[in-house]
């Protein structure tokens, strides 16, 4: 295997043997020449490599077979053919309490996982405090997992996973049950992992997920692989296998083909422009992990800093429940710690699975803070129409000082401080962005 592969993929099958009833199976036992069972095939032909730092999707309808194809990965199934290889250290979150056992307590279960994927009881111990941290779970760590619920338990699997610094990190639809908050913090972490150089499988039925961080995907259909490719390209399968009916799919599958020989830079083109826009003010993303408050506070120099913020309807009360439309204003208190010629300030929406939704800054409105004075206090209101689809979205706040070179040293970022929830009365839109529009329909003829 080369040494750019991570993981290799080579005619990777499995097959199960599906009996009628409990006796044809016994009557299987004594007979080697008859067959009492239908063969299932899970899996059939798959074939595909992951490269070194590289994050691909894996779509798929249930029963697709991605579920099995993962498990074949982590080596906790045994493929019928084919051959998987692996380079590096792997953590694989499965399935939900997958590598737990029920009757010991959390604190058991971080070292039994530990020792699981080779590490000693003295390395665990230098890594139980992040672990901890990470799953904030509180005093129920100390209690049997059995007593835990679904969010617990991913809570403290992805914990623990994730904080053992994996060359490959494989995902399985587990972040599903978490909560926003947490989930927001994971795909948080797996976007410092990519940056890292760490590989990624990613199992989820998100395709914006599969957008914000996968070069490429790979799409499963009862068992085989139907494509592979730029996350675009796969996902535009993706729908028409979800949408359309088998003769449709087909046509749309032939006419992928036709143009497959033209693979672009789209994704790339795309990541690059979205840095571009929303890394003005808010300069290096990466934030920490463990979601404190402390932490998520990100400052460079003591210039200046945000020390109050907070989101508002139009009445001015304080809340975080709106409706599509409804107008809200997002405030933050900057104080000033020296002499700053001038200051932009600017905030950032992001959907949980980390998506970019909206940014803007005090520069785009020529607002920028003037001649900041030391011991200055300024507040800056955002007034935005939410036309927003339902759902919940994560606001980020940042400062920078406008430098004479027409250069940005940002001062200080509150990442994902506050959070909202769009609803909507009827449902007239889906996606992200709810647009006004009129719609009219004339009919030509008869």
């Known amino acids: 295997m080369s040494s750019e592969i991570s993981i290799s993929i080579e005619n990777v099958s499995k097959v199960y043997e599906m009996y009628d009833n409990p006796r044809e199976r016994l009557l299987q036992l004594f007979s080697s020449s008859k067959k009492y069972y239908k063969e299932f095939w899970a899996l059939k032909n798959i074939n595909f490599h992951l490269r070194k730092g590289e994050t691909v999707g894996i779509l798929g309808r249930n029963g697709s077979g991605k579920s099995t194809l993962l498990q074949i990965i982590a080596g906790t ?4 053919q084919g051959c998987v290889t692996t380079s590096g250290v792997v953590a694989a979150l499965l399935e939900l309490g997958s590598g737990f056992n029920p009757d010991f307590t959390g604190r058991e279960n971080i070292y039994l996982n530990g020792s699981i994927l080779g590490f000693s009881r003295e390395q665990m111990d230098n890594r139980i405090d992040e672990i901890i941290a990470f799953a904030d779970i509180g005093q129920h760590l100390d209690q049997p997992v059995k007593t835990y619920s679904s969010g617990m338990a991913v809570r403290l699997a992805f914990a623990v996973q994730a904080c053992i610094e994996p060359q490959i990190f494989i995902v399985d639809e587990a972040l599903a049950v ?3 908050k947490f989930q927001r913090k994971c795909y948080d972490y797996i976007e410092k992992l990519r940056k890292k150089g760490c590989s990624i499988l990613l199992v989820t039925h998100s395709t914006g997920t599969i957008e914000k961080f996968c070069q490429r995907a790979v799409l499963l259909h009862k068992g085989e692989m139907h494509a592979i490719g730029s996350a675009k390209d796969v996902i535009d399968q993706y729908h028409a296998l979800l949408y359309s009916d088998e003769q449709a ?6 006419s992928q083909k036709e143009r497959e020989s033209q693979s672009s830079l789209e994704d790339q083109t795309a990541e690059t422009f979205k840095t571009e826009t ?8 990466d934030s920490d992990s463990d979601g404190s408050s402390k932490k998520q506070s990100i400052t460079r120099g003591l210039s200046a800093q945000i020390v109050k913020w907070g989101i508002f309807d139009s009445n001015g009360k304080q809340c975080e429940l709106f409706n599509t439309g409804e107008c809200i204003t997002v405030t933050m208190q900057i104080e000033s710690l020296s002499n700053i010629n001038e200051i932009q300030a600017g905030l950032l929406l992001r959907t949980v699975e980390g998506v970019s939704v909206y940014g803007t800054s005090t520069r785009y ?3 920028n803070l003037i001649s900041v004075k030391c011991g200055d206090v300024w507040n800056c209101s955002f ?3 939410l036309d927003l689809c339902p759902g919940s979205y994560f606001i980020t706040l940042a400062i920078a000082e406008v430098l004479e070179q027409s250069g940005m040293a940002y001062l200080d ?3 994902d401080v506050m959070v909202i929830k769009v609803n909507q009365r009827t449902l007239k839109a889906s996606g992200i962005a709810s647009l006004e529009t009129q719609v009219e329909v004339l009919k030509q003829k008869g």
Do not use: M, P, Q
Request: charged content about 35%.
């Open 413 to 415: 970022r509150k990442t």
């Open 77 to 80: 199934l045994e493929a019928t």
């Open 249 to 254: 799919y087909i046509r749309f599958v032939n």
């Open 365 to 367: 409105h020529d607002s």
């Open 278 to 285: 929303t890394d003005i003010v808010y300069g290096d993303s």
């Open 383 to 385: 007034n935005i129409k």
């Open 178 to 180: 978490g909560d926003e």
